[in-house]
């Protein structure tokens, strides 16, 4: 018997056998029970969630003759004969995307199948169809034969026409966890005999990225390399060409402190190992995001990131020491890099003369030059060592003076200007308010919004306006991406929340300049006459 690839082999055959999507396999299983099909299926969710499996096993239950609990006996003529296009005809829409495809496909579904009730059409990656492709499309799935059965399956939704998808019984397919990986994993290394530490495959339960096809290929990869070894952590690392969290670590602390030969000299003994350019550099950036979400969630962050209380700990101490707005810098910079990456040849050169950058200039946040002045300006403030206007004192001097100065009725002070104050009304206003609740809704809904915590909100221009203001922009495109469904959730939970119905727009800050310190804002907090000294 031919050999047969993992992934293939461990295929889901029944409803049953599926993984993680339960709210999918009961809404499809009790159509079939009940007699209650559609004629057309969207099947949305990223590459290895089982979309194509789900698809393949809910064809073969419509049309078997001996149906269990609504999963096809795999037994019987018909479902032995599906896997032979028989009733079942799969079309790659990325090769097969123009406008004569699909018109085959209409002067096919007038027939009736010879055997079943159905004919049943999976389309893959149906938003690579060109526009045309689609247009023809839609008239079929407006009138479809009664013995026809569309499913549609993508990993771009927002690319699908909304006419098309207005026709189809939505499915959303979820990431797999890291968790429901590893345990796959597992039952599949027993079942076929190969050994492997639990750490092998946590980090390769990670690296699949919510994938379980992606995670039987690397298995699988792993295996072939290393035949009749055992797989350890150190082995899948060197299959992926990445590095260990210890390495991410150290060089991470190298670039905090700007020691630049330190982290070049760990680079070079890496790539002396043979770590893949482009692999190491998204592993880093991986490592830099979980830092980032430490800090901003704490421990609340390690059940996010999935990981043993070991792995938490040692993120959550480095993570102390490292401030949020540099932790965000790295990453952005890096994130450019990887994408320049795609078309050098020199992938090394272009990694080593960023990291001499990220360790010679930083964000004015993380600068230590200002932060030292910021400190020494808060201290003289705390003391209240100050000079009278149009002299220059020592700190000693400073002291005398504020000794010996007499204390001033408050109406013989010098005028100076208030503080702005930030005006608002409306719906704008009471959302504000109860932003801080809002913000730990929206969190626990969808943890991936956890960068709320590192933006600012702030009235907007109308009384039903409000503005989401970061300069990261990363941050804001993550919530303008999918159509902006991020930002209409955010003004959802705020409506449940207050009952106050607003927009939300965003604001990059990252490109604008920064603004002049107003002191007299800060005079004005100070019970004497003083003077700004340059």
């Not at 670590?249 to 020691?259: C, G, Y």
């Amino acid at each position: 018997m031919a050999y047969m690839a993992l992934y293939r082999k461990w295929r889901s055959q029944t409803f049953d056998e599926i993984v993680g999507q339960e709210a999918v396999v009961t809404a499809l299983r009790n159509q079939i029970i009940h007699n209650r099909i559609g004629h057309a299926y969207l099947f949305c969710g990223t590459r290895g969630t089982g979309k194509t499996s789900m698809a393949k096993i809910f064809a073969r239950a419509v049309n078997c003759l001996h149906p269990v609990n609504g999963n096809p006996c795999n037994e019987c003529e018909l479902c032995r004969e599906s896997e032979s296009g028989f009733n079942l005809i799969e079309i790659d829409a990325a090769s097969n995307n123009g406008v004569d495809n699909i018109r085959e496909i209409r002067d096919e579904v007038r027939y009736t199948p010879a055997k079943g009730k159905y004919r049943v059409y999976i389309i893959d990656e149906v938003h690579m169809l060109s526009s045309g492709a689609f247009n023809a499309l839609l008239k079929t799935l407006e009138e479809p034969p009664e013995h026809v059965i569309f499913i549609l399956a993508t990993t771009e939704p927002h690319k699908v026409l909304p006419t098309i998808i207005s026709r189809c019984q939505r499915y959303d397919f979820k990431r797999f966890t890291s968790g429901q990986i590893f345990d796959h994993l597992q039952e599949v290394c027993q079942a076929e005999g190969i050994r492997a530490t639990d750490d092998a495959l946590r980090y390769i339960a990670r690296a699949a990225d919510g994938g379980m096809r992606d995670s039987l290929s690397i298995l699988e990869q792993c295996v072939s390399f290393y035949v009749d070894e055992e797989i350890d952590l150190a082995k899948v690392q060197d299959i992926l060409g990445t590095a260990g969290t210890e390495e991410y670590a150290r060089l991470t602390d190298a670039l905090a402190a700007r020691r630049a030969p330190d982290a070049l000299r760990q680079i070079g003994d890496i790539f002396m190992a043979g770590r893949d350019v482009t692999a190491f550099t998204t592993g880093l950036i991986g490592h830099l995001r979980n830092l980032l979400l430490m800090k901003a969630m704490g421990r609340d962050g390690a059940a996010i990131l999935e990981l043993g209380s070991e792995e938490a700990t040692a993120l959550s101490q480095q993570a102390d020491h490292l401030p949020a707005e540099q932790l965000t810098w790295f990453i952005e910079s890096l994130t450019e890099l990887e994408s320049r990456m795609k078309y050098a040849s020199e992938k090394r050169v272009l990694l080593e003369v960023e990291i001499i950058r990220l360790c010679r200039g930083a964000s004015e946040a993380t600068d230590e030059a200002l932060l030292a002045r910021v400190a020494a300006l808060e201290k003289r403030l705390d003391e209240g060592v100050f000079v009278q206007k149009g002299e220059k004192a020592t700190p000693a001097e400073n002291k005398n003076v504020r000794k010996e100065a007499p204390a001033q009725p408050l109406q013989d002070l010098p005028k100076v200007r208030q503080p702005k104050m930030i005006r608002t009304n409306g719906a704008a206003a009471q959302v504000l308010e109860a932003w801080p609740a809002v913000k730990k809704r929206i969190i626990s809904q969808e943890p991936g919004m956890y960068t709320l915590n590192l933006m600012e909100i702030k009235p907007g221009s109308e009384p039903d306006q409000l503005i989401l203001s970061s300069n990261s922009k990363i941050y804001i495109k993550q919530l303008e991406d999918d159509g902006a469904r991020k930002l209409r959730l955010i003004e959802q939970v705020i409506m449940d929340e207050t009952g106050a119905k607003v927009h939300i727009r965003t604001q990059d800050t990252s490109a604008a300049p920064a603004p002049e310190m107003d002191l007299t804002d800060i005079t004005s907090l100070i019970h004497g006459p003083v003077d700004i000294l340059d």
